[in-house]
């Protein structure tokens, strides 16, 4: 069995080993559960006007017996400093937000408290700006669901947007609390028009302090560890609904 895997940051992101990642205890579970190896092709993709072509592509390049779409709640409800630094008129804005961004996808980076705080203070000074609207991120998820819906042989599953952990200032918290309820009550709707299983945020989001890497955002192995049994039981509804009698 062969998995595409359209993940997010938290599929490699920090200090967790392989073999703690979501991705790699769902992956191991599944090949226990129908008795045959399972392979999983890691990508990650941005949405924007290219996210469904992107998809298609793979889809086609790799032959996959099942698609595993993760939607970020990043896309939708991260309140983003350099995003309004980009939109501003400010001198070199754009180098200036693509610098910042570049800088909070390093590990040594994000995981320093002086970072973070100095992300804090920026939100309440230089302001912030979401990547994506959340009917935006929606109809781009739709669109790549199509193109891989039309290959009916392809089990398909979603992974809903996991509200963020990170501490907020309250006001924005409950901004970004809402466009994450806003992207999910989207994206469960499409999933059951198109019937695609589609597994929601759990009582269980957003993460503990205890599940959390020191950047505050991304999940350590514990946050993995949870987040895999709701992946695994998604993507075996999905694969059972294709293969009814190949599950032991």
């Known amino acids: ?5 359209i993940g997010i940051s938290d599929d490699h992101f920090g200090p ?5 990642r979501s991705w790699y205890i769902v992956q191991e579970r599944m090949a226990e559960t129908i008795g045959e190896p399972v392979e999983t092709v890691r990508k990650t993709a941005w949405p924007n006007d ?5 998809i298609e592509r793979w889809v086609e390049r790799e032959q996959p017996d099942a698609v595993f779409l993760c939607a970020a709640s990043y896309w939708v ?16 804005a754009r180098q200036l937000s693509a610098a910042a961004v570049r800088l909070s996808t390093r590990p040594a980076i994000a995981h320093n408290s002086a970072f973070r705080l100095a992300r804090r203070l920026a939100l309440r000074t230089v302001g912030y700006r979401y990547f994506f609207e959340p009917e935006e991120a929606a ?6 669901l199509r193109r891989i819906l039309r290959h009916e042989e392809i089990a398909v599953a979603v992974r ?5 952990g990170l501490p907020l200032p309250a006001r924005i918290a409950v901004d970004s609390r809402r466009r994450c309820a806003e992207f ?4 469960a709707g499409i999933c059951e028009r198109l019937h695609v299983a589609y597994q929601p945020p759990g009582p269980d989001e957003p993460p503990s302090p205890a599940e959390l890497q020191s950047d505050l955002t991304h999940v350590n192995a514990a946050g993995h560890a949870r987040r895999a049994r709701h992946e695994f039981d998604v993507l075996l509804s999905a694969w059972t609904a294709h293969h009814p009698l190949q599950v032991r």
């Open 50 to 54: 290219a996210y469904p072509d992107v």
């Open 16 to 20: 967790v080993r392989m073999e703690e």
């Open 184 to 187: 999910d009550r989207l994206l």
């Open 77 to 92: 409800s991260f309140p983003s400093a350099p995003r309004a630094v980009e939109s501003s008129r400010l001198p070199f």
């Open 160 to 164: 809903g947007p996991m509200p963020l």
């Open 139 to 144: 109809a781009r998820v739709e669109a790549a």
């Open 1 to 5: 069995m062969k998995i595409l895997r």
